[in-house]
């Protein structure tokens, strides 16, 4: 349900909570590469901080480049207690060009994503939407993205500048 306000009007914690969007999000500042690599490893700028006893709907777009030779894993490391279910609509690992079959897997947060790297070389980007359904429990901490090649490559994978990661608070 929308609302709309009008000036002047007191607001009460029940208006803050119903009607505005309670949102963080982080926004990747620079590339990062992984090289001869399979151990995932945490992202350097995609991490949100998250309150205990909440619900977060989550969101992410990751642009990468990653040869089809080491391809793209993801997962998530998220606090203590929490339930992540969690899909992404990136390339199936036996696809050959920016065009192809994609994954849409139901994942929990143990679980990797693993996603095809778009060209026979570097230097072709693809990007990785995906989403999911985060309850934290009683200890609060940080949903991060982890990420790595899935068979190790000397041709690196690359996540790009501008990938972002949103949590939205949801309410009951």
Do not use: C
């Not at 992540?84 to 690992?93: N, Q, S």
């Not at 070389?121 to 090649?149: I, K, R, Y």
Request: hydrophobic share 40%; charged share 15%; aromatic share 10%.
């Amino acid at each position: 349900m929308f609302r709309q306000f009008v000036d002047g009007e007191v607001l009460y914690a029940a208006d803050l909570m119903q009607y505005f969007v309670q949102q963080v999000h982080a926004r990747k500042l620079a590339d990062e590469t992984v090289t001869s690599s399979t151990t995932a490893q945490n992202d350097d700028h995609l991490l949100v901080p998250l309150l205990a006893s909440t619900k977060y709907w989550i969101e992410f777009f990751l642009i990468y480049d990653a040869a089809q030779a080491g391809d793209f894993k993801i997962q998530w490391s998220v606090p203590a207690g929490a339930t992540l279910r969690w899909t992404h609509g990136g390339l199936g690992t036996s696809t050959t060009s920016t065009v192809g079959e994609v994954s849409r897997f139901f994942r929990s947060q143990s679980d990797i994503g693993t996603i095809g790297g778009p060209a026979a070389g570097g230097g072709t980007l693809a990007v990785v939407p995906g989403e999911g359904w985060l309850d934290v429990g009683g200890t609060p901490g940080n949903l991060q993205l982890q990420w790595a090649q899935v068979t190790s490559s000397a041709t690196g994978t690359t996540l790009k500048t501008n990938s972002l990661l949103i949590a939205q608070r949801l309410t009951e």
